[in-house]
């Protein structure tokens, strides 16, 4: 077939939270096919201006199909779309008449569009009844949104990527940027670079390839990471370095929060486990700086304490008004390609649309209102870790997974199987026909891809950007926002999902965000309420609040100190610094910690696909130190078993990779290999239950696991 067609596109990369812009060309053919030919970074993107990590740049050897569910099914037998809407509709029903709304539950992904999200939402909590709809993110930065809140009165990020660049003291806190977030760490060394009195320090309990970048590497304890920040306030106000005029304009509760931070430089260095000399620099750093950004992911949200410990780094910024201003701030990075733009929606199982509040009465009025919904869920649902308890203690009988798989990411795997295997209803809509959660599926429902999705995403940086539909949806796929409002439909909701085109969603979205709520709520995007089709189809990227021009980026935040709590002012808050729950024993005396490689992305199903990624690293390995390895009479690619509380009998096989950086009786795994790879690693299976009591983040990082010889 000739090609007829070969049209530019810009998209953006489905991966991670950096939300890299994307040129793509789209050859349509003689037979009306459509096929991508070549891919680039976007140069006019403000997120990448035109550079993009490996698995951006390999994307278009991902995008086969192979692996693909293109068609609905129900208990294993080929359906069509109105038998899978009837049947779980029936089942749906049913189960709300007998045990109510919330013994019906959403599970969803930071991997869907915005306008899929506000759907499911909608459905949920205004028609359904229930806000039992959490999502991966939950288990990816829910801790610092928590933070956030506790601190400026709503989930508001205070930097953006320019600050990386414009900064005095970059402090990179449980981040591995150079892989999880390339083209971020790009931007530093460029900074770097130009600007060599820059400093960089990393704060990480294990050296790896962002600290080859760093001029000051703390290896904390792992875990210990609030008495480092409790020690910088502490530092902070004892070196003449407290910003007293922003403190008493602006803040409150910075007495409460130094009573807190009691520990000397010596006990700093004693239970951080790092050398004096070294805390005394970095904290010398941080106060002689006029600038600086402290920029943490994962190393601190997936923690039992993860919300203590992003507020007793944002005291600091407070403490000494590094905050509002250029090249200053706490700035959290998101992991997945929308965790931002879920939290817009409300996403998260404690949250409303357009950052509204579930347990505020006011809120959930406004919202209903908007809605003209005929109920609104009265109270917070579940959150990922107790809605799949709830599930396996059957208070939760239908479970509806949109776009993840739990099997693999969540911890304690033997509890989601039982979970799953006693529900009475499970759906699982996917792109892909078989993967560890869909085993479990009652009903299977093919869904669009990357390269089909259309919609918008929310980067790291608070920048919406636009996914495109380029190619037409193989087989009976459906998108999810598409797939929702049928079935909302099917259910008899017809009003208020009767959307044709994702530019409808989009602009109900907006208008909400601006709905009777313009002096409460910072997040705003209302000027898009009437937007049109095509406008919304050559949408610029933006950030928001919008102020009404949306070619220019909006004011810096917090710039005039004014922040979103009921008085105004943001609050300290006091820390008492917590240990991993699941701390090391004699029976488990290791502490593994995980994390993702440069080249894969989540669980491998796209991926996993491109020869080029896999070269980097083919197989999944346990990372562990020479002198552990001679302990344990192992070398290099020799395997060994790992097992944890979780069960004693062990879990997992890996082979050993010898990694000096990392410290004694520590060692690292990749979350990547799953059963549907070779080597069945699956290795969040071996964490606990374990999890922050505020925002329900498990503790991913720190489990306490035994090693032995195969
Ligand atoms: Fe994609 Fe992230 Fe790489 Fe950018 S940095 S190309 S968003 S994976």
Redesign the pocket.
């Known amino acids: 077939n000739t090609i007829t067609s070969e049209k530019i596109c810009h998209t953006t990369?489905p991966?991670?939270g950096?939300?890299?812009g994307v040129e793509v060309t789209v050859n349509e053919t003689t037979d009306g096919k459509k096929a991508l030919s070549k891919l680039e970074g976007n140069r006019q993107h403000p997120a990448?201006f035109g550079q993009?990590?490996v698995?951006?740049s390999n994307l278009l050897e991902t995008n086969d199909l192979s692996n693909r569910l293109l068609h609905p099914s129900i208990d294993g037998k080929r359906a069509s779309w109105p038998d899978a809407y009837q049947h779980i509709a029936d089942k749906l029903s049913t189960i709300i008449k007998e045990h109510g709304p919330d013994a019906v539950a959403f599970y969803v992904s930071g991997q869907l569009l915005t306008e899929d999200y506000y759907v499911v939402n909608k459905l949920a909590k205004g028609y359904l009844g229930t806000a039992n709809v959490d999502t991966n993110s939950r288990l990816c930065m829910s801790s610092a949104v928590s933070a956030y809140k506790r601190a400026f009165g709503e989930d508001i990020v205070p930097c953006d990527y320019q600050d990386l660049e414009n900064t005095d003291l970059l402090v990179l806190i449980g981040s591995n940027a150079a892989w999880t977030?390339?083209?971020?760490f790009q931007r530093m060394e460029k900074a770097k670079k130009l600007n060599p009195s820059m400093k960089i320090v990393h704060v990480d309990p294990r050296a790896n390839a962002t600290t080859s970048l760093a001029d000051l590497h703390l290896a904390i304890k792992p875990g210990s990471d609030a008495y480092l920040f409790n020690g910088l306030l502490a530092y902070i106000a004892d070196n003449n370095a407290l910003d007293n005029s922003f403190i008493e304009t602006h803040t409150d509760g910075f007495n409460d929060a130094l009573a807190c931070a009691t520990l000397s430089v010596e006990e700093v260095a004693q239970l951080c486990d790092v050398p004096i000399d070294n805390i005394r620099t970095f904290y010398s750093l941080f106060v002689s700086s006029p600038r600086a950004i402290s920029f943490y992911s994962m190393g601190i949200n997936q923690s039992n304490s993860g919300v203590d410990k992003a507020n007793s780094i944002i005291n600091c910024h407070l403490a000494s008004g590094k905050i509002g201003k250029e090249g200053s701030g706490p700035f959290s990075i998101t992991g997945q390609?929308n965790a931002m733009g879920g939290r817009e929606v409300g996403g998260l199982a404690n949250m409303l649309a357009a950052h509204m509040d579930i347990e505020n009465p006011k809120h959930r009025e406004k919202v209903k209102n908007y809605w003209q919904s005929p109920t609104i869920a009265t109270n917070g649902g579940l959150k990922a870790v107790d809605l799949f308890d709830a599930i396996e203690n059957g208070k939760v009988k239908a479970v509806w997974i949109m776009a993840t798989n739990p099997l693999v990411s969540m911890p304690n795997r033997n509890k989601i199987e039982r979970a799953l295997a006693k529900a009475e209803l499970v759906v699982v809509s996917d792109v892909v026909e078989k993967n560890d959660t869909l085993a479990f599926a009652d009903v299977k429902l093919p869904a669009t891809a990357w390269s089909e999705k259309d919609g918008t995403v929310t980067n790291s940086e608070r920048r919406v950007s636009r996914q495109q539909g380029l190619l037409i949806p193989p087989g009976e796929a459906k998108h999810d926002w598409q797939i929702i409002s049928e079935f909302a439909q099917t259910m008899g909701f017809n009003e208020g999902f009767n959307f044709s085109h994702p530019s409808e969603v989009y602009a109900e979205h907006a208008g909400l965000s601006g709905h009777d709520n313009h002096d409460e709520r910072y997040f705003n995007i209302s000027a898009h309420q009437h937007i049109s089709k095509h406008q919304y189809n050559t949408l610029r990227p933006f950030r928001w609040p919008l102020t009404g021009d949306d070619t220019k980026d909006n004011a810096r935040v917090f710039s005039d100190g004014k922040f979103y709590t009921d008085n105004g002012r943001a609050k300290f808050m006091p820390i008492l610094p917590r240990l991993p729950e699941q701390a090391t024993s004699d029976a488990f005396p290791f502490v593994l910690n995980t994390g993702r490689l440069r080249d894969q992305w989540h669980t491998m199903t796209r991926t996993g696909k491109a020869g080029k990624l896999t070269q980097h690293i083919a197989e999944s390995c346990l990372y562990i130190n020479a002198n552990d390895a001679d302990a344990l009479g192992v070398i290099e690619g020799e395997a060994v078993y790992l097992s944890s509380q979780v069960s004693e009998a062990p879990q997992i096989c890996l082979p050993v990779k010898i990694d000096n950086k990392l410290r004694e009786k520590t060692c690292f795994a990749p979350i990547h290999w799953n059963q549907t790879f070779a080597s069945s690693a699956s290795i969040a299976r071996l964490f606990t239950d374990a999890r922050d009591p505020l925002s329900g983040q498990p503790e991913l990082k720190h489990a306490a696991i035994q090693i032995t010889k195969v």
Do not use: D, M, R
């Not at 977030?181 to 971020?184: A, G, K, N, R, Y």
């Open positions: 990369c991966y991670c950096v939300g890299c990448n993009l990590c698995k951006g977030h390339p083209i971020l390609p």
